[in-house]
């Protein structure tokens, strides 16, 4: 019997393809070949999977944006919104290929807008997501109940991209360590906990 193939799984094998290729090339000069030897694959397998190669790119940046808001949905994060933030830092080759993919999009994005649409709707996701796990913090008496949940995680989402396109880009002057406390000065006066109630003394 020939081998069952499970498309959407070689789907994804393409798109982690991509980021690595993009991430050593850049958007610009990576090419389908490029994305098949990295692939293990034809040429022809990538174009049997994907119109082109804009789709392609499409698919790392989605395989890219999946992975954050998998973290965001699912219960085994940390529970420290701090501490899960630095899962994202470009601490590692993984990460940084991520950074690099991200960034290139970015780029691309001015001048198209139909990316920039896709790239808002990503972020909006963001938003949303993290925008609930403060609120469910709140409800648990972790973080203070004056904190905004929407204007908060814009917030958290626009620090973390400046600092990790600088992280990515100066990549010797920032190790993980110098990283992680940037990110907690950064981060940790957005989310105060909640003030503990003064009692009196006496009647």
Request: aromatic share 6%; proline share 5%; net charge neutral.
């Amino acid at each position: 019997m020939p081998k069952k193939i499970d498309h959407d799984e070689r789907r994804r094998d393409i798109a982690r393809a991509a980021i690595s290729v993009i991430g050593d090339l850049g958007i610009d000069n990576t090419r389908l070949v490029d994305v098949a030897r990295a692939a293990n694959a034809t040429t022809g397998t990538i174009t049997h999977y994907f119109e082109d190669k804009d789709a392609v790119l499409l698919a790392a940046l989605d395989h890219v944006a999946q992975n954050i808001l998998f973290m965001l949905r699912y219960p085994e994060k940390p529970d420290d919104i701090v501490t899960l933030a630095e899962l994202i830092l470009p601490i590692d080759e993984d990460s940084l290929r991520d950074w690099r993919v991200w960034m290139s999009f970015f780029g691309r994005a001015v001048g198209d807008p139909a990316l920039a649409r896709i790239n808002k709707a990503y972020y909006d996701e963001f938003r949303d997501g993290l925008a609930a796990i403060i609120r469910r913090q709140q409800a648990e008496g972790k973080l203070a109940a004056r904190i905004v949940p929407g204007t908060t995680a814009d917030a958290i989402i626009s620090v973390i991209d400046g600092f990790c396109i600088r992280a990515t880009l100066e990549r010797e002057e920032w190790p993980a360590e110098r990283q992680k406390a940037q990110l907690e000065a950064m981060l940790r006066p957005l989310l105060p906990k909640p003030e503990k109630r003064r009692t009196g003394k006496g009647g």
